[in-house]
Structures are given as structure tokens and as C-alpha cells.
């Protein structure tokens, strides 16, 4: 009986099918995209993991993941081999992989920009008692540079040469992420690290707020007119306020780098317009996250970065009369 009323029940469903033409497998496809970000303890994990949430939640048929890799490096090779679809990326970083120098030499990568999120601020992190008091201090010490495949790497070794110290002579080299950097300074296993991220950066945040350390940052402006004349106005001069750490006594200049969201040019126009879209008119939600989504600005759009945009994000700009396009 059991059986009988099975086929029966299955019979009735393929003819209501039948009737109304819907084929059986007609069920909405899903697409999953993925976000490379960068480390657990930066700005890039939080903002990226918010942007996913919102893609998934607010996007029709897409599910978006938020993936930890070691950053901007990797970052820009996982778009190349369309391993990942967005990416967060250092300016300097992503300008390589287009123009396929640097890390990238002889192979270019075809990304295209959706949107400027933030800058970045170039930390050099140390505490009290390393004797470290500006770059040339650096001479013999143990110093991370952030970890393998990272756009901290790729800026701390041009700081680096900018202000004459040699990374593979001059000191005793480290390549840490950001945790692991900080971690690694309370246990005064390195002297100083270097990070770019954003305001604040949590792993920096915690390190400021540990009982018994005395965090200090280490001015870089000193390079920024060195690193303009060899790369360009890709760097420039930005303070970190005494505010952003516990323990700062005084505003700190640095070298800033803008941030991009990126994708392969072969990225599906509809959905990256739906996307920058979506980036805007929902910046709240993100600023909820982390508040340098605060900086993410349609005044801010061009001039920010010499790579093209991709034709999703250029279909919004014109549509919101954003000059340059």
C-alpha cells in the first residue's frame, strides 16, 4: 500500500511538471563566488568576511566566501589563475601584477578595479626598549617584514631600500603576518615589524592594549619623496592619529597606499555592477564591520589608481555622474 501511494504521489508530481512545462531541474543555480582577503588579525579578513555576508544576503543567486590568504600577492595570482573572483589589494601591488613587473615579471595580470575602498597606513611597530627610534635604527635588528606573498612585504622592502637600508644585509630579516609579528614582539623574539593595513588594525590594536608594553611607531615620512620618484604617485604621505593606539603620545606620519577591490577583466559585467552597487548603498553595513569602510566615498574615485575599471563598476559611476567617466 505504502509503495502504491509512492507512485502515485510521484506520478502526480511529474504530471503537474508536465502541465505547467517546468522542467524537473529547473531549481535555481547558485553561484558561489570567493573574496580573497588576507590574514586573520587585518583589516582586509573583517572588511572581506562583511562584503560577503552582504553579497550573500543581498544578491539574488549568489553565495559569496570570504577566504584568508597571505594578501595582496597572493591576492593578485588567484585572480590570474580565476581562483578567486574578488580580491582586496594594495595599489602598488595590483599595479605590478597589470603592468606584470615586480613579482609579476612577464606575467601580467588582466585585473580590473570595482572600487577604491581605503588607504593604507605603513606601520613600523616596535616597543620601548629596542632602541629603535626611526628607520636607519633598524640596522642589525630583527625585523619582520610581513609574510610571504603579502603587499606589507613588497612596500617594507621598497621603504627599506628608499632609506638606504639593505633588507638581505642590513638586518636580520623575518616575514611574519601581522599576528604572528605582533606576537612575536611581545616575546621580544623580533625587535620591530613592519604592516600595512588600516585604522586600526586589530593584531596592532591588541598588541597597544598589553598590559606591561609600551607600543611605539616609528615615523616613515622621511621616504615618501624617495618612493615618489622611483614608483610614481602611488605613495603618499599620511598620519596615523595619537588616537588610533592606545599608549600614542603623538600623531605619527607614515607612507600611505590606497586599497581596491579588483576581479579578472573576464568577470561577469551584470554582477560586478551589482556588486559596486551594493557597496554603496549599503556602506553602513560595512562601516558596522570596520569603520575604514567610512572612507569608501564616490568622491574619491578618480586619480586613485592607474588601472582600468571594470565596465560593471564604470556603468555605475556614469550613472551616478561621477566625473572621469
Known amino acids: 500500500m505504502r509503495i502504491h501511494r509512492f507512485v502515485l504521489a510521484i506520478a502526480l508530481v511529474l504530471t503537474v511538471i508536465s502541465l505547467t512545462g517546468i522542467p524537473a531541474s529547473s531549481a535555481p543555480t547558485l553561484r558561489r563566488i570567493s573574496i580573497a582577503t588576507g590574514g586573520t588579525g587585518g583589516v582586509y579578513f573583517v572588511l572581506g568576511g562583511g562584503l560577503a555576508r552582504l553579497i550573500s544576503q543581498h544578491i539574488p543567486g549568489v ?91 613588497v612596500t617594507a622592502l621598497r621603504i627599506l631600500r628608499a632609506a638606504g637600508i639593505d633588507p638581505d644585509r ?21 625587535d620591530a615589524f613592519f604592516w600595512s593595513g588600516g585604522i586600526p588594525t586589530p593584531a596592532v590594536l591588541d598588541l597597544a592594549s598589553t598590559p606591561g608594553i609600551r607600543m611605539r611607531l616609528i615615523p616613515l615620512d622621511t621616504v615618501v619623496e624617495a618612493l615618489r620618484k622611483e614608483y610614481g604617485p602611488l605613495y603618499f604621505k599620511i598620519t596615523i592619529r595619537k588616537i588610533a593606539y592606545p599608549g600614542l603620545t603623538e600623531d605619527v606620519p607614515v607612507v600611505g597606499v590606497a586599497n581596491l577591490i579588483v576581479v579578472h577583466k573576464d568577470f561577469p559585467e551584470d554582477l560586478a555592477y551589482a556588486i559596486v552597487k551594493l557597496i554603496f548603498e549599503r556602506k553602513q553595513d560595512l562601516v558596522a564591520v570596520h569603520k575604514e569602510a567610512q572612507n569608501i566615498s564616490l568622491l574619491r574615485i578618480t586619480g586613485r589608481t592607474p588601472i582600468p575599471f571594470h565596465p560593471g563598476a564604470v556603468r555605475y559611476y556614469r550613472e551616478k555622474g561621477v566625473p572621469g567617466f
Open 63 to 153: 553565495q559569496a566566501t570570504a577566504e584568508v590568504t597571505s594578501a595582496s600577492v597572493d591576492n593578485m595570482r588567484l585572480i590570474g589563475a580565476k581562483r578567486a573572483d574578488l580580491a582586496l589589494t594594495l595599489n602598488d601591488t595590483a599595479y605590478d601584477a597589470y603592468k606584470g613587473q615586480a613579482d609579476f615579471k612577464g606575467n601580467p595580470i588582466p585585473i580590473r578595479v570595482l572600487v577604491p575602498v581605503y588607504d593604507n597606513y605603513n606601520h613600523l611597530v616596535t616597543i620601548e626598549g629596542t632602541g629603535i627610534n626611526s628607520i636607519a635604527d633598524l640596522k642589525g635588528k630583527r625585523v619582520s617584514v610581513g609574510s610571504p606573498g603579502s603587499g606589507t612585504e
Open 170 to 190: 642590513d638586518i636580520r630579516k623575518e616575514r611574519l603576518g601581522v599576528g604572528p609579528s605582533a606576537d612575536a614582539l611581545k616575546d621580544r623574539k623580533i
